[in-house]
């Protein structure tokens, strides 16, 4: 399903459905009432964020006698990455790096709160690592 890039990024705004997204990420293939469980919500409001995330490609689902299994739909989200780094103004391209020039022309201060971005950033990709690896 193609949706305007507004639309795709307003069913990103909800911090349950991201935190959905990392689940089955991290996880695999989950119920809605295993991701319920996980986000302390109830199984309705699980079973209505999978419903949009399915609308809108993100996640896809197959009945499997009474489990309805839900897993990330890998194509969408690179779809919305894409999209996304057509917006991005950092200069990055998708790359995840700096320009150059923006790099040599920056001050220490700036030097010093991108090496704290960067060491946020491996702190959670090295989390993200110990889960799977369960």
Same mark, same amino acid.
């Given at each position: 399903?193609?949706l305007?890039?507004?639309?795709?990024? @307003?069913?990103?705004?909800?911090?349950?459905?991201? $935190?959905?997204?990392?689940?089955?990420?991290?996880?695999?293939?989950?119920?809605? /009432?295993?991701?319920?469980?996980?986000?302390?919500?109830?199984?309705?409001?699980?079973?209505?964020?999978?419903? !949009?995330? $399915?609308?809108?490609?993100?996640?896809?689902?197959?009945?499997?006698?009474?489990? !309805?299994?839900? *897993? !990330?739909?890998?194509?969408?989200?690179?779809?919305?990455?894409?999209?996304?780094?057509?917006?991005c103004?950092?200069g990055?391209?998708?790359?995840? /790096?700096?320009?150059?020039?923006?790099?040599?022309?920056?001050?220490?201060?700036?030097l /010093? /709160?991108?090496?704290?971005?960067?060491?946020?950033?491996? @702190? !959670?990709?090295?989390?993200?690592? @110990?889960?799977m *690896?369960?």
């Amino acid at each position: 399903m193609d949706l305007e890039v507004s639309e795709m990024f @307003k069913v990103l705004a909800v911090e349950t459905r991201v $935190r959905i997204l990392d689940i089955l990420k991290a996880q695999g293939p989950q119920g809605a /009432k295993e991701i319920a469980r996980q986000l302390g919500i109830t199984t309705a409001a699980a079973s209505q964020h999978l419903k !949009i995330l $399915r609308q809108a490609g993100l996640v896809r689902s197959e009945r499997k006698g009474y489990w !309805i299994p839900y *897993s !990330i739909n890998g194509e969408a989200l690179e779809r919305y990455r894409r999209h996304l780094t057509e917006v991005c103004t950092c200069g990055c391209r998708g790359t995840g /790096k700096w320009k150059e020039q923006e790099l040599a022309e920056s001050d220490v201060e700036n030097l /010093k /709160k991108y090496a704290k971005d960067l060491q946020e950033e491996l @702190k !959670i990709v090295r989390q993200r690592l @110990k889960e799977m *690896s369960r």
